[in-house]
C-alpha cells in the first residue's frame, strides 16, 4: 500500500487526485492540506507519497520540501512547467503538469511502486502494470517472455497477454534483478519456462523464439551461469 499526502489549494486539483486515488487498488490518502505548514510533522514522516503543488499560499511548494528531513517520495503536481528542472534537481520523483489523465497519473504511480518492491527484499515478487485502462497485478515468475511491438511491450503468461505502452529497453533494465534474458531485439525471456534451445530459437510452451546473432553469445553466457 502507497500512503500519500495532497498539498494542494485548488479544491478541483484535489478533488482529481482523490478521485485518481480512490481507483487506484494500493493507494490510500491519509490527508489533503492547502499549506505545507499546516501538515503534522509525524504524519509525514508515515507517508510515502506526497503530491506537491509548487504556487500555495505562505510557503512555495519546493521552499517547503526543502526545511524537510528525511523527505518521502515527492510528485510535483503543478499548471507551470518552468519549475521542472528545479524539482527534478531536488531528485524529486516525477512532475505532473495540470491537466494531467489518469494514465499519466498511473504511469508514474506504477513506476514508484514497481520501484519499492524491487528493493523489497521480502516481497513477493509481483509487478504491476497499466494496461486497457486497467491496473494488473503479475507474478514475475508467470511471464514467459516479452516482445517489442512498435511503441509497445506485448506480456506473455500462460493464461494472459497484455500490451504495454512503454520500450523494451526500460523492461530490460527493470527485470536485470530476475532470470530474464534478452535473446533478440524483440524478446527479452523469462529462462524459467525454457523448454529447449535448439540451432537460433527457444523453445517455450509450444512457440518458438528467435535468437538474434548479436545476442547469441551473451544469452547462452547468462544461460550457463544461470544454471550453475
Known amino acids: 500500500m502507497i500512503n500519500c499526502i495532497i498539498l494542494e489549494d485548488e479544491l478541483a486539483a484535489q478533488e482529481v487526485l482523490l478521485h485518481y486515488i480512490e481507483k ?4 490510500s490518502c491519509l490527508g489533503v492540506y492547502e499549506s505545507g505548514l499546516d501538515i503534522p510533522l509525524n504524519l509525514l514522516q508515515e507517508t510515502d507519497l506526497l503530491f506537491l ?11 517547503f520540501i526543502k526545511t524537510i528531513e528525511n523527505p518521502p517520495k515527492i510528485i510535483v503536481t503543478s499548471a507551470y512547467s518552468q519549475y521542472a528542472i528545479e524539482a527534478f534537481e531536488l ?28 528493493k523489497d527484499k521480502n516481497n513477493n515478487q509481483a509487478l504491476f502494470i497499466y494496461a486497457d485502462k486497467t491496473i494488473y497485478q503479475i507474478k514475475i515468475n508467470h511471464i514467459h517472455y516479452l516482445k517489442a511491438e512498435v511503441d509497445y511491450v506485448r506480456f506473455v503468461t500462460k493464461h494472459k497477454q497484455l500490451l504495454v505502452y512503454d520500450s523494451l529497453y526500460h523492461w530490460k533494465e527493470k527485470l536485470e534483478p530476475y532470470p530474464f534474458i534478452q535473446i533478440h531485439r524483440s524478446y527479452i525471456i523469462n529462462i524459467q519456462h525454457i523448454d529447449k534451445v535448439y540451432a537460433n530459437q527457444v523453445y517455450m510452451y509450444g512457440q518458438r523464439l528467435p535468437i538474434g546473432k548479436t545476442f547469441r553469445n551473451y544469452f547462452l553466457e547468462k544461460l550457463k551461469s544461470f544454471s550453475e
Do not use: H
Request: with cysteine.
Open 24 to 27: 487506484t487498488p494500493f493507494m
Open 91 to 118: 531528485a524529486l520523483f516525477d512532475y505532473l503538469v495540470k491537466p494531467f489523465s489518469y494514465e499519466r497519473f498511473c504511469k508514474s504511480i506504477i513506476r514508484l511502486k514497481n520501484d519499492s518492491i524491487q
Open 53 to 63: 503543488d509548487i504556487q500555495l499560499p505562505e510557503l512555495n511548494g519546493l521552499s
